[in-house]
Every structure is written in structure tokens, then in C-alpha cells.
């Protein structure tokens, strides 16, 4: 159980505050890369962003470990951190937690009033009315300033030079994870042009840390950060062993190479998969860049505790005990890098294991990529939708997968498909449900209901 889901004050997943609601408003606006509107509403606010100690997060998967892992060893050091996530999965609260709280429903109405009544004169001057995005954004940076938090994790919401949360001049370390294709009508139809959007991050002197490893992707990173001056470090030709990898997490050595020079050995993750390792290898070499760039020494025991407390809900998440049959995994897997590493993680974790997949997935998202990895996984599917407006009907979902071989029973709701694996789940060794972080949160609300897991 998570620490911030024990301690959260949001409201039920169907019961939407009246904050909310507002919040929801400014949907009609779109999603419009860009800073001009942004800029102009947090200069209204006083600029709360320019006070906050900010590790700024971007890339194509493994962006929200990442922040997950960096947050939580800087809270076990004893520091007032601030987090910032997207999309959320069960409640909207989720996107805006401060040392293991999510906000509450009074904070946040009180914030986005604050911030609509800035709104309405920046409207009143002639301005483009700011995104649903923007406005949440600008909601959490006042709350993190009011909240007087030491460091704030900035999880990019979408790219990165255009993106609202990349207002922050001067981050005391950029992080770029992994880069792969997703967003490609917003951010590009190759690997160099999306590296060229994530790297819109990196900014003049501040540490930037990739944990890339595509080919096209690292020297466009590489030289972004060398026109910025900016001290650079990349993880991949970090030396690492796994020791130990399950269903209960992993284990690893690893030694980091100059600057950073130093060693961990025998490090805990509660998070599992192999991209995982990669993941929390990027945030190490985070923590140690800060911990120079800041002057600041976060003791050895905070760092091995706050690893292994790491959990990232919705990220190949055991629902169930592990040694319970059927396994129920959930994955936010929605692109083609994702589907292959929850691929690679079930062929490691479940070798030769009978796998029910209970997936849906958005149809702006490349269907066909995503599919040719699942269905790696197992021929067996529960088919149904996610609650979203680009959601892809399960019909013609199903129709994809049966053209591509598999055996498709439709669920018209995540609560059918989860009725669905009860009744065939006894036939299988684990049941996977994956497609679209959208689909995932409801899921992983349902279960846990019906599980009683608070």
C-alpha cells in the first residue's frame, strides 16, 4: 500500500469536486504546445516557480519511476519534496503531492481559485485563455512555493521545449529518460526530432542526466547540453549486474564513472521488470549530481530505504500476493517501447507461463506496435475500453487482434473485463491488463475494491 494512498484526502474516483469541475473546463482549449500563455499567467501569480528548487523530468517512458524514485529518497533524507505527475490514475489529487500527501480537495479548490481569478484578467487584457494542462500546472507550482517544499520532482507532461512545466530557468538537474516513439503528430516522426523536443529542457548551466540509450536520440542530447554549457552525464555506459530479479522487486550493483564516481552495491528496488533497474540507475545518478550541484550529502541508508519504498502505481504492478494464482499484473504500457519492455518482463518473470491479457488502448495511439508485442505475450484476450474520448472501440480492437491471431472476448467496460478475468482467470497463470494508462486506473480502482486493498 502506498504511503501517499494511505494519507490522501481526494475525494472517491466518482464523486468530482467542484475544483475539479472547473479545472475540467478549459478541456475546450485543447492541448497547444507552447509557453507565451503560461508565462503570462505564472507572471500574473508572482512567478512562484522562479522560488522553487526544481528536478525537471522528461522523456518517453520510465519519466514517472523516475521522479517516483528521486522523490521519495529525497523525503527519506528528511527534505520537504514536492511531486508532480501525469495523468493520474484513481484520482485527480494525484498529480500534486507534497511528502507523501496527495493535495486536498480544500487545498485545491482554494489554489484554483487563486489562480482562475488570475485567469479572468489575463482574458481581460486580450490574452489566449491557458489549457486545462497549463492551469493545473500553474495550481501545483503556487501550491509547492505556499508549501514552502524544499525540492519539487517536475514530471514533463507532454515533449518538453514546448511543454507548460518547462518555465523553470534554471533547474537544479534536467532528466531525460528514455526515448522512443509516442506523441509523434505533436513532437515528430523520428527518433532525432523527439530527442530534439525532450532535450528543449535542458537549460544554461544547469547538470542534465539521460538514461537514452537510442542511437539517434543521445547526440542530439549530447549537443544540446554542450550549447548550453550544461554538465552532462549518460547512464548507459554505467557498469551494472542484476544480482537478483521477481515479482517482488530487484537487485542490483552499480558503479557510476566519472564525475559521478561512486558505487552501490546490492541496491533494492520494489519495482519490477529490467527497465526498472535502468530506470532507478537514472535517478542515482540523478541524486548524485544533485548532491553535488547543491553541496548537499544524502546519507547512504535514505538513499537504500527511499529506493526500495518506491512505488509507482499502474507500473507493472502485482495486484494480488505473488505466490497467488492467477497473478494479476497491471501495466500502463500504451506505445511500442512500453508493450516490449512489459514483454521482456513477463518473459523473465513468468517464463513459459500461461497469460490472459486484458487490454484497451486510445486509437491515436500506433495500435499495430503496441499489438505485435502483446500478442508476443499470449493469444488469449479480454478486450475493452479505455474511459477516455480517444478510447478505440473494442469491436474493432478485437478485429485488430483476430487478424493478427487471437482469440478476443469483448468487454464493453473495465468492470465486465474484470468480472470477464474472474471467470477465465482460473485457467491461466497470470492475468496481464494493459493498454492505456487510462484503462489502467479504473482497473486498478475496481480491483482494489473488490480486494478490499485500501
Not at 163 to 169: E, L, R, W
Request: hydrophobic share 40%; net charge negative.
Amino acid at each position: 500500500m502506498l504511503k501517499s494512498e494511505k494519507k490522501q484526502t481526494a475525494s472517491p474516483m466518482d464523486a468530482v469536486p467542484a475544483a475539479i469541475k472547473k479545472i475540467h473546463e478549459f478541456q475546450r482549449f485543447g492541448s497547444v504546445l507552447g509557453l507565451e500563455r503560461m508565462n503570462e499567467l505564472l507572471e500574473l501569480l508572482g512567478n512562484p516557480q522562479d522560488d522553487l528548487k526544481v528536478i525537471h523530468v522528461a522523456g518517453t517512458n520510465g519519466k514517472g519511476s523516475t521522479c517516483r524514485y528521486i522523490y521519495c529518497v529525497l523525503k527519506a533524507a528528511g527534505y520537504k519534496v514536492g511531486l508532480y505527475i501525469s495523468p493520474f490514475l484513481e484520482v485527480f489529487n494525484e498529480r500534486i503531492e507534497v511528502d507523501g500527501r496527495y493535495i486536498s480537495d480544500e487545498d485545491l479548490e482554494r489554489y484554483t481559485e487563486k489562480v482562475l481569478k488570475q485567469v479572468e484578467i489575463m482574458i481581460s487584457k486580450g490574452h489566449d485563455s491557458p489549457t486545462e494542462f497549463e492551469v493545473i500546472t500553474a495550481i501545483a507550482l503556487l501550491y509547492y512555493k505556499e508549501q514552502a517544499c524544499d525540492y519539487v520532482v517536475l514530471e514533463v507532461g507532454l515533449g518538453g521545449r514546448g511543454d507548460s512545466t518547462n518555465v523553470c530557468k534554471a533547474p537544479v538537474v534536467s532528466v531525460i529518460t528514455s526515448i522512443s516513439f509516442d506523441h509523434m503528430d505533436r513532437l515528430g516522426n523520428t527518433l532525432t526530432e523527439i530527442a530534439g523536443e525532450k532535450a528543449g529542457i535542458i537549460k544554461e548551466g544547469c547538470p542534465v542526466v539521460t538514461s537514452a540509450e537510442a542511437k539517434e536520440a543521445l547526440p542530439v542530447i549530447r549537443d544540446t547540453a554542450r550549447a548550453h554549457h550544461a554538465p552532462y552525464y549518460e547512464t548507459w555506459e554505467s557498469s551494472y549486474e542484476t544480482v537478483e530479479t521477481c515479482l517482488r522487486g530487484c537487485r542490483f550493483h552499480v558503479q557510476f564513472q566519472e564525475p559521478i564516481s561512486r558505487r552501490f552495491e546490492n541496491m533494492e528496488i520494489s519495482m519490477i521488470g529490467q527497465h526498472q533497474i535502468k530506470n532507478s540507475i537514472g535517478a542515482l545518478a540523478a541524486l548524485c549530481v544533485l548532491e553535488q550541484r547543491e553541496n548537499i550529502v544524502l546519507p547512504e541508508e535514505a538513499i537504500y530505504r527511499g529506493m526500495k519504498e518506491t512505488r509507482q502505481p499502474g507500473r507493472l504492478e502485482v495486484m494480488n500476493m505473488a505466490d497467488e494464482r492467477p497473478i494479476l499484473l497491471i501495466d500502463g504500457a500504451h506505445n511500442e517501447d512500453g508493450a516490449r519492455a512489459l514483454k521482456a518482463a513477463i518473459d523473465q518473470l513468468m517464463p513459459q507461463k500461461k497469460i490472459l491479457m486484458a487490454t484497451g488502448i486510445l486509437a491515436d495511439k500506433d495500435v499495430e506496435a503496441v499489438l505485435r508485442q502483446f500478442i508476443a505475450i499470449s493469444k488469449d484476450f479480454i478486450v475493452t475500453e479505455p474511459d477516455n474520448p480517444r478510447r478505440m472501440e473494442a469491436e474493432e480492437l478485437a478485429g485488430r487482434i483476430e487478424a493478427m491471431g487471437g482469440n478476443c472476448i469483448i468487454a464493453k467496460t473495465p468492470e465486465e473485463a474484470c468480472q470477464l478475468t474472474k471467470e477465465h482467470g482460473a485457467k491461466y497463470d497470470g492475468v496481464v491488463f494493459a493498454g492505456s494508462l487510462y484503462l489502467i486506473g479504473r482497473i486498478r480502482t475496481i480491483l482494489r475494491r473488490q480486494m478490499r486493498i485500501c
